[in-house]
């Protein structure tokens, strides 16, 4: 089966603008979580979103939102970027909330804010 | 919140050599689980072990949580081994808390 989808794999953006990630879930996954890594921080748990609703939120700014569609794929968005969010964004799905044992990561979205 | 600290931070070995990778954490969690970070910056789920013992090919685990403290053991290693190894905690719901790795690089 074809694995979790992240698009695009490299981006590259100017303060101030905004940008919005793309992660396609597992077939059958319905629950979709999002990570930032960076050198300095680490990885660290942005939010997860299950049938459409956003479930749980990590200890970020406003400016990083989320949404899921129908079809369980999802979309971050970061506006307003500062050079501090540049980062590998990586998106795990699973089949339903909670199931961390279950996830599946994708290859991750390198972001560089210049 | 809870913490975790993973140890060493770097490890060179030779091809065939073993390692223990280790994980502590700083308070009762209720899920434990290992990745494997792969070049092109993919994690891999290794483990799924909130206690006990658990084996896949020439790895295995073992966490002891009434100790809190997790060991990832890797044998006969090979280059393809290389790579960021993150243990990651879970308190409750799905937000899992990382350590900050082991970088391991197998030597042919």
């Known amino acids: 089966k074809a694995g979790v989808t992240q698009t695009p794999r490299y981006l590259i953006k100017t303060r101030g603008q905004q940008v919005t990630l793309s992660c396609s879930p597992i077939?059958?996954?319905?629950?979709v979580s999002w990570y930032q890594q960076t050198p300095g921080q680490g990885l660290q748990f942005l939010f997860e979103?299950?049938?459409?609703?956003?479930?749980n939120k990590g200890n970020f700014p406003g400016r990083f939102s989320g949404r899921q569609f129908s079809n369980s794929r999802s979309e971050m968005n970061v506006s307003t970027l500062e050079l501090g969010d540049s980062a590998l964004y990586l998106c795990?799905?699973?089949?339903?909330?909670?199931?961390?044992?279950?996830?599946?990561f994708g290859s991750g979205t390198r972001l560089t804010v210049v | 919140g809870i913490q975790v600290e993973q140890s060493p931070p770097d490890l060179i070995l030779q091809e065939g050599a073993n390692s223990t990778l280790r994980c502590n954490f700083s308070?009762?969690?209720?899920?434990l689980q290992w990745f494997h970070q792969n070049p092109w910056g993919q994690l891999i789920n290794l483990f799924y072990?909130?206690?006990g013992t658990k084996q896949n090919g020439r790895l295995s685990a073992t966490t002891v949580a009434t100790e809190r403290y997790s060991l990832l053991y890797i044998s006969s290693s090979q280059t393809t081994d290389s790579g960021v190894y993150f243990c990651?905690?879970?308190?409750?719901?799905?937000?899992?808390?990382f350590g900050e790795g082991t970088q391991l690089t197998v030597n042919p």
């Open positions: 072990i909130p206690s």
């Open positions: 308070d009762s969690v209720n899920n």
């Open positions: 077939s059958g996954h319905r629950s």
């Open positions: 990651a905690v879970g308190v409750s719901g799905s937000r899992l808390t």
């Open positions: 979103y299950f049938s459409e609703t956003q479930r």
């Open positions: 795990a799905s699973s089949l339903s909330v909670g199931e961390t044992g279950g996830y599946t």
